[in-house]
């Protein structure tokens, strides 16, 4: 079975400090998806990125940046320049590849509270 | 805006009722997927439609079911409800290829039984 584990429940940093939020995953399948989506206080759930498991780059987005390597089946995303609108919960979830249209659902990891202070 | 419309957005009700919640998916989503939020649980995968078809169930309780319609939007009863249920329950939505997509969620229906 396919698993997400999201080691740190809270991260509190000083607003322009860098922070990473870490992301391990465990499943059989040799093709995976891994997602981060962000859930700020409001509540929604936004996607932020998308990676499959045959895509080892590093991507950077602005602020965010993600580094995903397979040999320690690890998902990291790090924000740089922190700012207070960053403050949210975090999840990364991995979601196993089938054939089009078929069943396929997203395991969330635990997820991050990162509070960035002003 | 995902695109995804979820009503009601807050919903109070009493042990032992019944209620539905009602998702409308992205416009040309044909899947929808219905996850449930709690404090001690986390984010909780219930259940899968594709086009109108049941394609993947989690960890949906008996007292609790889901239908698509022909027009797609999706809905999620939940009976008899105990006060474990209270929840944020979110419905979210994907295009046909499914494989690798990322899932489009709406901004969620809390639910509070007193």
């Known amino acids: 079975a396919q698993k997400v584990t999201q080691a740190q429940t809270e991260i509190s940093v000083v607003e322009k400090e860098d922070v990473t939020l870490d992301c391990v995953y465990e499943t059989r399948d040799t093709t995976y998806y891994l997602f981060w989506y962000k859930q700020p206080p409001s509540g929604e759930l936004v996607f932020l990125i998308r990676r499959n498991s045959f895509d080892e780059q590093n991507e950077i987005s602005g602020r965010y940046s993600w580094n995903f390597q397979k040999s320690t089946s690890s998902f990291n995303f790090t924000i740089t320049a922190s700012q207070v609108v960053d403050s949210a919960v975090y999840f990364c979830a991995l979601s196993e590849a089938r054939s089009s249209g078929s069943a396929r659902q997203l395991t969330f990891g635990s997820g991050t509270q990162l509070t960035v202070l002003p | 805006d995902s695109g995804v419309t979820q009503t009601p957005k807050h919903l109070i009700t009493a042990t032992g009722q019944r209620v539905t919640l009602r998702c409308s998916p992205r416009?040309?989503?044909?899947?929808v997927y219905w996850y449930q939020q709690s404090l001690d649980q986390g984010l909780q995968f219930l259940i899968q439609y594709y086009n109108g078809e049941e394609r993947a169930k989690g960890n949906i309780l008996e007292r609790f079911s889901a239908q698509q319609f022909p027009d797609l939007h999706s809905e999620l009863n939940l009976s008899s409800l105990e006060l474990g249920d209270s929840a944020l329950y979110f419905c979210?939505?994907?295009?046909?290829?499914?494989?690798?997509?990322?899932?489009?969620f709406g901004e969620g229906s809390r639910l509070t039984v007193l």
């Open positions: 979210a939505s994907s295009d046909y290829r499914g494989l690798g997509g990322e899932l489009f």
């Open positions: 416009s040309g989503d044909l899947s």
